[in-house]
């Protein structure tokens, strides 16, 4: 199978801080990333995701950046509240309906 | 509102039971998937499928089946010969192409 991976099984950040959360994929073919957010007992929900003729591209208050010379895959979330605590999770996808998922970062909130 | 919808939200079985999980959708998605989660660790995939009548096995089908009589049911039956089934189920569905997926709210089973 695919390897996506995570460098930090868990971070902590201080509300009103960025976070940043880290990705590596191994598949050079993988063309679309995705980065969902799973709270506690829910479904992982889309956050937002990227294809690899990006290298950037931001939503509201987040914004992933592709660096496909490395094969790393960053979430970057803007004034970190409360309510961003939760799992997050990485997805990559060669095509063909195939998406790859990592074993998630939890972010915890402080405060 | 379109969505997938998971049923139960917690369900029990007693050792040598079978029991069926239900996914549902109205988002008319051709793809639709059948993931366990256990605590502290990613998303596994059971079952896969693209169409009706067809599905796919994933990483660890073994002690699992599936059924996809039509397009905006897939539900799973987890088998008495799975022997660890306590774990969250997520069910997800997509369109054909490289697109995300849309998941449920899941279903919490506990073997009891």
């Known amino acids: 199978g695919e390897s996506v991976g995570l460098h930090l099984p868990t971070l902590s950040v201080q509300e009103g801080d960025n976070s940043i959360i880290n990705c590596a994929y191994s598949n050079s073919a993988s063309d679309y990333f995705i980065w969902y957010k799973q709270e506690s007992g829910k479904g992982p929900q889309f956050i937002i995701d990227i294809r690899s003729n990006m290298d950037k591209r931001q939503g509201q208050r987040v914004t992933v950046l592709l660096n496909k010379t490395v094969k790393h895959l960053s979430l970057q979330i803007a004034a970190t509240q409360p309510g961003d605590s939760a799992v997050y999770f990485c997805?990559?996808?060669?095509?063909?309906?195939?998406?790859?998922f990592g074993t998630g970062t939890r972010l915890t909130v402080i405060p | 509102d379109g969505g997938i919808t998971q049923s139960p939200k917690y369900l029990f079985r007693k050792e040598g039971q079978n029991v069926t999980l239900s996914c549902e959708q109205n988002?008319?998605?051709?793809?639709m998937y059948w993931y366990r989660q256990d605590p502290g660790q990613g998303l596994r995939l059971i079952y896969y499928s693209q169409i009706v009548n067809d599905f796919q096995k994933g990483d660890i089908a073994e002690g699992y089946s599936v059924s996809r009589e039509k397009k905006e049911s897939f539900p799973l039956t987890v088998t008495s010969a799975q022997k660890n089934p306590t774990a969250f189920y997520l069910c997800?569905?997509?369109?054909?192409?490289?697109?995300?997926?849309?998941f449920g709210s899941g279903t919490r089973l506990t073997v009891v």
């Open positions: 997805a990559e996808s060669p095509g063909a309906n195939n998406l790859f």
């Open positions: 997800a569905s997509s369109i054909l192409g490289n697109y995300g997926y849309t």
């Open positions: 988002l008319n998605h051709d793809a």
